[in-house]
């Protein structure tokens, strides 16, 4: 499989040593979990709404971040990117990758409301 990025968490001192290793490729985002039972969650680019950058004191001093994201996948509606190197630059070609995959898929952002939140959507729009 063809992957652009491909990183392990980080523990104590910035250091590689977890069983956490996330894949992106063109269309998903795979997280891996795990020694002896392994885990794999899937999330779909074009399912991501939102990608935020955290870099606490500990995180800046070795050189890490985590990126927390929001999606509208069902199993997985948040979850984290954690510890890992070169954060900001990971962040924004995450962003850029969605952005690119939501187009592609041609999916806006109207698609993952809910009943009750386009309700609250138009009583605010026909209120102004």
């Keep these: ?12 001192f910035g250091l590689p040593w977890s069983f956490t290793v996330y894949k992106l490729t063109d269309e998903k985002l795979l997280i891996e979990t795990g020694l002896f039972n392994k ?3 899937e999330v779909r680019l074009y399912r991501i709404m939102d990608v935020t950058l955290h870099r606490s004191l ?6 890490l971040g985590t990126i927390h994201c929001c999606s509208a996948d069902k199993s997985t509606p948040e979850f984290d990117i954690a510890r890992i190197r ?8 995450l962003s850029d990758m969605v952005e690119s995959q939501r187009e592609l898929k041609r999916v806006s952002s109207r698609e993952f409301m809910t009943g009750d939140d386009f309700d609250a959507f138009e009583t605010e729009e026909h209120s102004l």
């Design 1 to 12: 499989m063809d992957y652009k990025w491909r990183a392990r968490k980080r523990t104590i």
């Design 39 to 41: 885990k794999e969650e």
């Design 58 to 63: 500990e995180e800046r001093i070795f050189g």
């Design 86 to 93: 070169d954060s900001a630059h990971v962040k924004e070609m």
